[in-house]
């Protein structure tokens, strides 16, 4: 129940305020997705958009909150989501893209509701706390790890490395050192970068399944023993050797890194939303989409409780309710190819669905723009009429866009990506970086978006 809940949760939270009720209810929303997903544009509009509701009509509680406010957060150790610096960054007078995630970070946002129902007028008014926790969705991927030995994940890493771009130059690396030498810092250091260095090319090269998730995005850890290991050929791995010290580091990362990722932040959220770049995949091709479909099923694997035990005892009785699937930047599409980027969505991650089942949480597929930075318009050519978005692009130049139709069939698009076939979705998909436009806000609106409040009111809807 709720009271229970709220209870529970302040005694949990050891840094909250005294003075904060112990039965004001907690609702903890994650917020995750691959690296440019979309997570901070996200969360900062999100936020601006509950602080003024005027773009929220599909909110159903917004008609009961008489306030919203920003709290400091309760947990005292995690950093807090730069929420102020990267609104003036979208909303400024230059407005520009923020810095995206690339740790955890928290930020609480309070509620005064007034309580519907028959009870309407003999309940006073109720505070309901939302805490928004967002985390790099590749750090979700470093669950896989967890029952892999070293030697099954360093012979994984070297039977991707032969197929994916900058694979060679660590292949060739890993083949000039002999593993039984003595444990060496700087052989270590050198193999760890170039370990790093291939993934940033796999991840440049579109592939989304770049773990482990902490070489990517190292968080406050970067530079420390258990952040520098890299897979070495099978090797008799003597005392004191470099392979010995791989592997000691690799079981520290799990132990240090990954698990303690797990209990502190992700065992106790409530509501998830997980954001998906589609359009950038279906844009970087066929091999791109194929990727992201298998890491996006790996990825949600962690909400399938029962799957690893460690995690389950991590866990305990607490499940995530309700997840959200969202493709972001559908502002770059006219709305007449929502339908199609939503539908698309939802096939991509059905087997995934299927697979973890997420014991009976809510799902649902939204195509979402957390900051619209375009608007319709349509491009005459000779007889027809396209349906295209205009924007500003970073140089400044206004222009408008018709990046072609998504296919109707999304079932048609995932088989033809698993075939490998590079025959859909050519040409102008490359262009769409659009900046954000500047605005002038009425007072009561939030950021323009679509479908945030739609979004909002699945995830939160039912408890305001
Ligand atoms: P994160 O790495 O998941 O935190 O991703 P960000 O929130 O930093 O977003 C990555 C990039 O995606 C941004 O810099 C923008 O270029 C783009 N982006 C994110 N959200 C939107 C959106 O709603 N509309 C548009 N047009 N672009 C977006």
Known sequence: SDLA?????????????????????????GVTGLSRAGKTVFITSLVANLLDRGRMPALTGQSRIRAAFLQPQPDDTVPRFAYESHLAALTGPDPHWPEGTGAVSQLRLSFRVQPGGLLAGMRGMRTVHLDIVDYPGEWLLDLGLMEKSYRQWADEAFARLSTRPGGADYLALARQTDPDQRHDEPVADRLAQGFTAYLHSAKDAGFSDCSPGRFLLPGEKAGSPALTFA???????????????????????????????????????????????????IHAGPAALEDLRQTMADILTAFRPGRASWLTSLIGGHRVERILFAATKADHLHHSQHARLANITQALLREARDRADFAGAETQALAIAALRATTEADISQGETVLPAVRGRLPDGRNVALYPGELPDDPAQLL?????????????????????????????GDGPPHIRLDRAAEFLLGDRL
Request: net charge positive.
């Open 231 to 281: 897979p070495l050929p099978p090797s008799a791995s003597p005392r004191g050797s470099l392979a010995r010290e791989m592997e000691r580091r690799y079981d520290a990362y799990k132990r240090e890194i990954v698990r303690p990722f797990f209990r502190d932040h992700f065992a106790r959220i409530d509501r998830q939303v997980v954001l998906v770049d589609v359009l950038s995949a």
């Open 5 to 29: 809940d709220g209870l529970t949760r302040r005694i949990e939270g050891l840094g909250s305020s005294v003075s904060e009720s112990l039965f004001e209810p907690v609702i903890r929303l």
């Open 415 to 443: 088989s033809s990506a698993r075939r490998g076939r590079e025959d859909w979705l050519a040409g102008d998909y490359s262009i769409m970086d659009f900046a954000p436009a500047p605005l002038a806000l009425r007072p």
